[in-house]
């Protein structure tokens, strides 16, 4: 007669414990998962979006200062490849930040609020893989940089503007110009007057230069 394996009464609640843990981790990990590159239109009614536009996604490997930024491959290990020449500046359309010290032309210390701005577009954006919005109609500012909105994934993974977020936040102002068709210009200037009255003092001292 062959002897009967002994299973511990306990033994069902421990699998069931265990399966159900794994369908929690399983969850989590599916809810943390940032979400992909997309742009929900609807969600954006500053955009203009009837007006013919561009959109692609890069990586973004220098932040000069709060609105502007460089895009392109990250330097390679050999000395022959100059991967400057993928380098491309970006300048942020409908906004303009505090300037940061230029000695070269004679600006010696920031504008107040431009070490803020930066850091906020460098927690943003560096390193990171976003969307740029370009109009190809006005594709380049006065210095030849290429003007666009950037849309990045925040840390809970949610898509957002960072051009709106600085205005919104009061680490920009408004700067739109008259070819600047891609911008609801009415929302951008309400939005920088609503900032405006909500923190002032960030506003103290901007305006060296607005030039895109």
């Given at each position: 007669?062959k002897?009967?394996?002994?299973?511990?009464?306990?033994?069902?609640?421990?699998?069931?414990?265990?399966?159900?843990s794994?369908?929690?981790?399983?969850?989590t990990a599916?809810?943390?998962?940032?979400?992909?590159?997309?742009?929900?239109?609807?969600?954006?009614?500053?955009?203009?979006?009837?007006?013919?536009?561009?959109?692609?996604?890069?990586?973004?490997?220098?932040?000069?200062?709060?609105?502007?930024?460089?895009?392109g491959?990250?330097?390679?290990?050999?000395p022959?490849?100059?991967?400057?020449?993928?380098?491309?500046?970006?300048?942020?359309?409908?906004?303009?930040?505090?300037?940061?010290?230029?000695p070269?032309?004679?600006?010696?210390?920031?504008?107040?609020?431009?070490?803020a701005?930066?850091?906020?577009t460098?927690?943003?954006?560096?390193?990171?893989?976003?969307?740029?919005?370009?109009?190809?109609?006005?594709r380049?500012?006065?210095?030849g940089?290429?003007?666009?909105?950037?849309f990045?994934?925040?840390?809970?993974g949610d898509?957002?503007?960072?051009?709106?977020?600085?205005?919104?936040?009061?680490?920009?102002?408004?700067?739109?110009?008259?070819?600047?068709?891609?911008?609801?210009?009415?929302?951008w200037?309400?939005m920088?007057?609503?900032s405006?009255?909500?923190?002032?003092?960030?506003?103290?001292?901007?305006?060296?230069?607005?030039?895109?």
């Amino acid at each position: 007669m062959k002897k009967q394996r002994f299973i511990p009464a306990i033994y069902p609640f421990v699998c069931a414990l265990f399966l159900s843990s794994c369908a929690g981790v399983q969850k989590t990990a599916k809810a943390a998962s940032p979400r992909s590159l997309t742009i929900d239109e609807s969600r954006y009614s500053y955009v203009n979006w009837q007006v013919r536009h561009e959109k692609k996604i890069v990586s973004v490997i220098d932040v000069y200062d709060g609105d502007t930024i460089a895009a392109g491959d990250e330097p390679g290990d050999d000395p022959e490849d100059d991967s400057s020449l993928d380098r491309e500046v970006i300048r942020f359309l409908a906004v303009n930040t505090p300037e940061i010290a230029h000695p070269e032309q004679g600006y010696h210390t920031d504008e107040p609020g431009a070490a803020a701005a930066t850091e906020f577009t460098k927690k943003a954006v560096l390193g990171k893989k976003v969307i740029f919005v370009i109009d190809p109609d006005n594709r380049y500012g006065v210095f030849g940089r290429t003007l666009a909105l950037i849309f990045y994934n925040d840390d809970r993974g949610d898509m957002r503007c960072l051009n709106w977020e600085l205005l919104k936040r009061a680490h920009a102002k408004e700067n739109l110009w008259a070819a600047d068709m891609l911008c609801n210009k009415a929302e951008w200037r309400n939005m920088a007057k609503l900032s405006q009255l909500m923190t002032p003092a960030a506003f103290i001292g901007m305006g060296r230069q607005s030039l895109k």
